[in-house]
């Protein structure tokens, strides 16, 4: 009992911090508002090429960090793409350099609306400027320069990160060979906003969030927990629910009325959700908004006038309601209607939006085909 | 302006009340706990006929009451299914005496957790017994013996409504001739179970909630709020969401971080909903949990042993995804596997979930058709 298998990976990682934009150098935002020193918490994995030609960018989904791959010493919790990254996976660490940051405006060790406003000696809160997928991109950038890395082999991820990744083609489409946008959008529907939207109310309307300044009180966790309820429910498709949690009566004995009945239902697990835990309030409301202004529809894509050559593979799953698959091909048509080279790859998988977390066959071949494709040795 | 066109309808009605099981008769609820007097409150459309066949039992959904049709004194708000409810409407009233009664556990008039318990002179809050479909549908069989009236014609509705309407010819065979169960299932998914069960933690999450003592105190106001937005978006198409808000802003001069940027998100609103404004909080926790515990799938249905001679018309809209067409066909599947007349009405909507509210022109159709067949006079 207890006892870990260790499977391969990457082993014991650690979390590397980069700071720049030191005053009087400030880092300008895309609304104009100067912000600096901005730190940025990031991982490597695998070893950079002499030519520098082998670097994979990983963008995170909304609420990850910079650990995507192994575990950190004194834990046993895997990073959240740990399947995805490591030797003979589909990032493969024995051919790639593999990069993870944490976002601007997030809370796993980059500046964000907890750290400390160097003005006033106290965490930002809601003082924190407005960022936008395009400074988080901006920001990166800065990491891969510090990191001497002229052109990204490939970026990928899901969701937030492949929204990232749609970013960076926009923003310095001369940086980026090639681009895996997953389970994402151009755009957020209304539905995607709305649903966002929720969570935020469901927080903001906790008493602990104290109007955004709740640093030194206590944590926004009942409102945490419906968010991350609603996070859950959206992210699963109907059929793993069904397969996953069917109506098993969680015990019998039990016939309170408050009590959950349902095994689905598991509302107290969600009290002791990581995310309840430790994820900053906040950030998860600069993070989502950020999301929901997202917007590279309508030839946006391209507003840089600069050529895109990156070759990209979007991919969508078929159980996805969340990021439903028709948003994937828009992207997909979006890019071919502007002569990118862009292949669709749908994967037929039950689980939902969280498919991106499975490691499916398919996905692993996919992924570690296209990646390596064109590393220059 | 401000001028209210009059459409052909009922016109002006009035909830009335029918209060039985007084004490030492008390009804027994399906948990074996007693319960009384229990009132309902109730209102009816359209004029009996001599030999009482012309009856149709209207049942409502979850966060509706007895007002299907008209208006009351007073009042410019219309019934629930004022549209479907009328002279040459789905439910004719020139031919048809349609009854719609509040659910036993509501807060429309009828007895529930909001009403005073007999034994403390203070409203019963969550003292209140659990109730379910079974015993909803049982005091509306008292409703019915009082109104005189020995087989109804037709019971039909949506959701919870439909669920009612399957409890009724599970519980009463030879009373329904026959039943329009709409938009509606056997038993709840996990999804199903899980949304609503995240709506009733964003009630309890309110500290205004008191435990459920709330009455003579606030109301809880900011959870309803909540609650009723996740209604909102999971009763509502991703595509007609998309048609409805698409992404205009709502006020481009306003950058304010917390303010509602899109007009997807206009939260205020709720903040003046109706629901959130009169909805009792316990009344609801009861209803949905009653709704999360309604089981007649695998021949649960059938479980009186009587013989069912009801005629079956299920209706599914192709774009609901909280009550999906599969349910529906679940439905017809279980009746037809045991030989009961049943047909699948499957209408192309785009409005999901609440395109039971629309009488669309096929709709009112096949109900009128359908209910009409059979009146004996």
């Known amino acids: 009992m207890g006892t870990r298998v ?18 009087p150098n400030e880092f300008v935002l895309e609304s104009g508002q100067k912000l600096g020193p901005i730190t940025i918490a990031y991982e490597t994995y695998g ?13 995170h989904p909304s609420t990850e960090d910079a650990n995507a791959a192994g575990f950190h010493a004194g834990s046993t919790q895997r990073g959240w793409w740990d399947n995805m990254v490591g030797p003979g996976k589909a990032f493969d660490t024995r051919f790639l350099f593999v990069i993870c940051s944490n976002v601007l405006g997030g809370c796993g060790g980059s500046t964000g609306p907890s750290s ?22 901006n920001a990166q ?25 749609l970013q960076w083609v926009a923003s310095y489409p001369r940086r980026v060979r090639s681009a895996i946008p997953i389970a994402t959008t151009l755009r957020h529907s209304p539905q995607q906003i709305a649903f966002n939207e929720v ?7 906790d008493a602990e969030w104290r109007k955004g300044y709740y640093y030194g009180f206590g944590r926004p966790e009942t409102g945490l927990a419906v968010a991350r309820m609603i996070q859950n429910i959206t992210q699963m498709s109907d059929r793993i629910m069904e397969e996953k949690f069917s109506r098993r009566l969680k015990d019998p004995g039990d016939t309170g009325f408050f009590t959950d009945d349902f095994e689905v239902e598991g509302y107290t697990k969600y009290r002791n959700d990581r995310f309840v835990k430790e994820f900053d309030a906040n950030s998860y409301l600069y993070i989502t908004k950020a999301m929901d202004q997202f917007d590279l529809s309508r030839g946006k894509l391209f507003a840089s006038g600069r050529p895109i050559r990156t070759r990209f593979m979007v991919v969508g799953y078929l159980s996805d309601w969340l990021y439903p ?3 994937a091909l828009e992207i997909v048509r979006e890019l071919k209607s502007h002569k990118v080279d862009a292949t669709y790859c749908e994967i037929n998988s039950k689980y939902g939006h969280n498919a991106f977390l499975m490691a499916a066959d398919e996905q692993t071949h996919l992924i570690r085909h296209f990646v390596q494709t064109d590393i220059f040795w």
Chains 1, 2 share one sequence.
């Not at 070893?47 to 963008?59: I, Q, R």
């Open 6 to 23: 260790q499977q391969p990976g990457v082993g014991t990682t650690k979390t590397e911090y980069f700071t720049f934009a030191h005053p």
């Open 47 to 59: 070893l950079l090429n002499k030519n520098k030609s082998n670097a994979v960018l990983l963008l």
């Open 116 to 137: 400390i406003n160097p003005q006033t000696g106290k965490p930002w809160a809601l003082d924190f400027p407005v960022v936008t997928i395009a400074d988080m991109v």
């Open 141 to 165: 950038r800065h990491l891969i320069d510090f990191l001497g890395i002229e052109k990204l082999l490939c970026v990928a991820g899901a969701q937030l990160g492949g929204m990232q990744a």
């Open 199 to 205: 969570t935020r109310q469901a927080i903001t309307a």
């Open 325 to 327: 698959p028709y948003q």
